[in-house]
């Protein structure tokens, strides 16, 4: 019976990137949320391609190669809930990414793939492409809210207001990814 890879979140830091410690990995590996990147603890070093598969090609700066250089826990790190509590099945997981998922149970699923999605953005400066929506059909795009504008929600309306100093830091980026 063949066992599938399954990738989680576990809880474990708040860090801000830096400029020099941005200098120490490409464009690829560039992960703001850990202090420091070991490419030995990268998915494509850790999790072996199935026999008979060969893994593909893909451009350099892509966010498939950012994902496939995504840093993990070492070894075969405990599974932990936004909570801190541990996950009772241990037995499901190969690896563990070594990114934080906050205090709240807000990162379920898609949202987990779509944070994955703005932190590659984030780490390409792509802040043209980096926004989210609301179920409202609204967008919140990072330029704007770099530009220190904050969303006001009533209802199904939404609406921009200059609230905050302006800034694209990762700390302001990670307000608006989590």
């Given amino acids: 019976?063949?066992?599938?890879?399954?990738?989680?979140?576990?809880?474990?830091?708040?860090?801000?990137?830096?400029?020099?410690?941005?200098?120490?990995?490409?464009?690829?590996?560039?992960?703001?949320?850990?202090?420091?990147?070991?490419?030995?603890?990268?998915?494509?070093?850790?999790?072996?391609?199935?026999?008979?598969?060969?893994?593909?090609?893909?451009?350099?700066?892509?966010?498939?190669?950012?994902?496939?250089?995504l840093p993990l826990k070492p070894g075969k790190s405990e599974v932990h809930l936004y909570n801190g509590t541990l996950k009772p099945n241990q037995d499901l997981h190969a690896a563990v990414i070594n990114i934080d998922a906050g205090t709240t149970d807000i990162?379920?699923?898609?949202?987990?793939?779509?944070?994955?999605?703005?932190e590659y953005l984030y780490s390409m400066k792509d802040y043209e492409s980096l926004h989210f929506n609301f179920?409202?059909?609204?967008?919140?795009?990072?330029?704007?809210?770099?530009?220190?504008?904050?969303?006001?929600i009533k209802g199904n309306n939404v609406s921009w207001v200059k609230s905050a100093a302006a800034g694209d830091s990762y700390k302001i980026f990670r307000v608006i990814a989590m």
């Fill in 1 to 69: 019976m063949k066992r599938s890879i399954l990738l989680c979140f576990y809880l474990f830091l708040n860090y801000s990137c830096s400029e020099t410690e941005a200098r120490q990995v490409t464009a690829v590996t560039k992960y703001c949320f850990i202090p420091s990147y070991d490419p030995k603890q990268a998915v494509s070093e850790r999790i072996p391609v199935p026999a008979g598969y060969t893994r593909i090609n893909v451009p350099e700066n892509s966010f498939a190669a950012w994902l496939r250089h």
């Fill in 107 to 118: 990162q379920q699923c898609a949202d987990a793939v779509m944070r994955l999605r703005a």
């Fill in 135 to 152: 179920t409202s059909g609204h967008t919140v795009d990072f330029k704007k809210w770099s530009q220190g504008y904050r969303t006001v």
